[in-house]
């Protein structure tokens, strides 16, 4: 199956990815990009509701980052996921397909992609996320039963 994206969808899309990514304060809050796999990366939850991730496997609810509303691009994507995948799970998006791995390790096409000419969105997304800044220090505690407690 084949996806044509007009040009207004992917403007629509890019502005959507660049306003929920900046909900985020610094770039480890969230994976939209997966550089393995050189794709951008959505999940979407039991009841499909699109959403941003920030590690790798399940993200608990309060590591989401739920997108204020779908564009056309992903719902479209969405519902050729329903078909595989109805409780949701994650969908990898490059510049030609969008496809989610299987739990075999194998890539399982969801359809073909065929964005405006010259458009790399990919790109796009990842350097605007890759722009935020990083997290500037990391705070370390004892659990309360590891304190020294001082007499």
């Not at 994206?5 to 909900?23: G, K, M, N, V, Y």
């Not at 770039?27 to 997966?34: E, F, G, K, L, V």
């Not at 949701?88 to 969008?98: H, M, T």
Request: net charge positive; with cysteine; proline share 5%.
């Amino acid at each position: 199956m084949n996806l044509r994206i007009e040009r207004a969808e992917t403007i629509d899309f890019l502005d959507w990815c660049r306003r929920t990514i900046s909900q985020r304060s610094h770039q480890d809050s969230i994976r939209p990009y997966d550089g393995t796999r050189v794709a951008l990366v959505f999940s979407f939850d039991i009841e499909m509701q699109l959403f941003l991730g920030n590690s790798y496997g399940w993200n608990r609810r309060e590591q989401r980052t739920y997108f204020p509303r779908t564009p056309v691009v992903m719902d479209r994507i969405g519902q050729t996921m329903l078909p595989h995948r109805e409780v949701g799970g994650r969908v990898f998006v490059d510049n030609r397909k969008a496809y989610y791995i299987h739990l075999a390790s194998q890539e399982r096409k969801l359809c073909n992609l065929i964005w405006p000419k010259g458009t790399d969105v990919v790109s796009d997304v990842r350097d605007f996320w890759l722009a935020l800044p990083r997290r500037s220090h990391m705070t370390l505690r004892l659990p309360e039963s590891r304190r020294r407690v001082s007499t």
